[in-house]
Structure formats: structure tokens, C-alpha cells
């Protein structure tokens, strides 16, 4: 490691605040808009050429961003004004490994000074070198972002067919249709509440006054809002609930495959728990009567997000909708061979959205993992090439 050499940060790579651009000004077009908690809109004008490096300069701290395109920086972030001949996915994966958080203001609203991370002590490679740990990083992150496309497609797909079944009623055309509160629907299928379907549990967050209640290790899955984001299944949490925290609310353990809609702040979110787990009380799950309720109900509820938002809102600021306002929500009930049948249509592509979550789960923890010893040195690209190619 002769040839890396120590640095100043401001020495390699030159950050700059964000620029402002008022609402009333903005309009949406074919250029990002980078906030310090990522792409938020689009402009139709930049004032950056891609490639570039974003990181939050105030509000959301500790985040970077790396995009290939031309883009515009809001004033809540910094961006890298000048590489200064580094490589700049190198830059962008190197930024990941400061402590943000030790240079925040600690006020309210947490705030960045560029000119004291410009101070910040690096050690950095030649060229060829960065360019070789970047590649390395973003084979990971190229193959977790492609399996997010995928189960993107995916979903769509089930998407789809749940259309064609349950709104277009493409395969019942030939059937009996009768009125029903929601309109015409084939004879036999009925509109019923979505406790029908199941077993509705509203959250419960054991005593936070017991440590022991949790685990830091191995427990059940807590699943809160913020796991929910993005994601389908859900079977990895930031927190989990221990043996004991489990005991002391047994009737609310979801088994897996348990719906869990959020009902308090942030409403409408949909995932699966892949593992048996409790969820705290701004989330309402259902327990299916049959597994092959499971997907059905799933995009069913994602569909419900706008109802779910009116019956939250009450005139309130902070929007909460009741277990038993959910509880009673109507929906339609086809019939328990129709729903089979459309289960094993649909399985085959929830089973691949799970394993495709599954995987990137694993590179993400591995790409963590290698991403702050590539970039000090401690493992060398030679070494980390064949962890990359038994991992990809």
C-alpha cells in the first residue's frame, strides 16, 4: 500500500452546496432533482453535468447518492463540484465510510459545514486502483438493482392478471353476472368486510421499560413503517423482539404469511412477513383462513391505498385509521376456486419476488461489508474479485 497516499478530503474531491429552486419554479422534465434524501422530482432544467455525487448538507444526513446523469442539486445537499482526477464511483463509495453524523450541528434540524468534512483525513489509491475497488462495489450494486427491476416486472405481472381476473373478469365473460354494491360481479362471488378473509391482529410494541423484551441478536422479525418500505416480503427488521417480549403477546405472533397494511401516519403500505413476527401498533395485519387468500388479499389492499387514506383522515392532521374502520372495509369475495386457481397463477411469481429480496439481502450485507475495507486497504482487489465472483 506504498502508493495510497493520505489526504485531505477537500484535497481529492471538492464539495459544494446545493442550489436553490423554489416550488413555484419547478417543473417536471427530463432531469433529476437531488435532495439529501435522494432523486424527490424532475426539472427540465440542470445545473449539473453527470456523473455526480450527492450527499444531505441538511435535514437527512449521512446518505450519498451517485447518478450518471445531468442533474440538479437542491440546497439541502452537498454535491462533488470537482473529482479532481479521482475516479468518481470510487469517490461516491469512499464518502459512504465518513461519519457524517459527527459533523452534524446536533440541532433540531441537522446541518453539515463542507468546510470542516473538507478536513477530514482519507487515504487514497491511484487511479487504476480506485477504478478496480469501484468495479468490484458495483457489480454488487448493479445486481442488486437488477433484481429490484426484476421484481419490479414481476409484480407488475401479478399485477396484471389480477386485473384481468378481478376488475376486467376476463376469464368469468361467459358466466352469470348479478348486481352487487360494487357493481356488476359473476354469480356465486359476494362482498364481504376484509375480516371475512381472516383473522385481523392490530400491533402491540412490548414494554421498552424491559430491554430483555427485545433481541439485538436472533428473535422475531418487529416489523414498524419504516421495514415496510419498498418491499414486498418482508423477513429482515431493525429491530426484533425477543422470547420473552414474544410470551407476553402471544395473540398478537403473526404466522408467515400474514398481510400487514399500515393504518397510523403513513398509510396504505402492503408487505408479507416471510417469517413469523409481530408488527407495533400502527400496523393491522390479516391472517388468511387459506394460504391461497394470501396474494389476493395483498394486491387487493394495495389497491385499497385511497380508501385507506380517506377512512384515515377524519379531519385530523395525523392520519389513523381504526382496526375496526379497517376491519369492516368491503371488498369483493370470489369464490375459494377461483382464488386457488388464481394462487397457483400467481405463486410461482411472489416465490421469485422472494428470492430475489432474499439474495439482495445477502450481497447488500456482503457489499457492506467489504465496502470500508476495499476502500482503506485492509482487503486487496485480488482477494475480494473471487468473493464477488462466488457471490455473483
Known sequence: MQDWKKHKLGEIALLKRGYDLPDRLREKGNYQIISSSGVTDTHIEYKVEGPGVVTG??????????????FWPLNTSLYVKDFMGNDSKFIYYLLQTINWQSYSTKSAVPGIDRNE??????????????????????????KIELNLQMNKTLEEMAMALYKHWFVDFGPFQNGKFVESELGMIPEGWEVKSINSFGKIVCGKTPSKKDENNFSSGQGYPFIKIPDMHGKVFVFETLEKISKQGNKLQLN?????????????????????????AHTNQQINSIIPDYSSFKYYLYISMLNLKDRFMNEASGGSATLNM????????????????????????????FEQINQNAIENQTLTTLRDTLLPKLISGEVRVKDAKQMVATAL
Open 57 to 70: 448538507r441538511y435535514g437527512t444526513i449521512g446518505k450519498v447518492f451517485y447518478t450518471t446523469k445531468n
Open 252 to 276: 398478537k405472533l403473526l404466522p408467515a404469511g400474514s398481510v400487514n397494511i399500515s393504518c397510523i401516519a403513513t398509510v396504505g403500505l402492503v408487505t408479507i412477513n416471510s417469517l413469523p
Open 117 to 142: 468534512v473538507h478536513q477530514e483525513m482519507v487515504v487514497v489509491p491511484p487511479l487504476q486502483e480506485q477504478e478496480n475497488i469501484a468495479s468490484i462495489l458495483s457489480a454488487f450494486d448493479d
Open 322 to 349: 381504526n382496526t375496526s374502520t379497517f376491519s369492516s372495509i368491503e371488498i369483493l369475495k370470489p369464490l375459494n376456486t377461483e382464488l386457488k386457481e388464481f394462487d397457483l397463477l400467481v405463486s410461482n411469481l
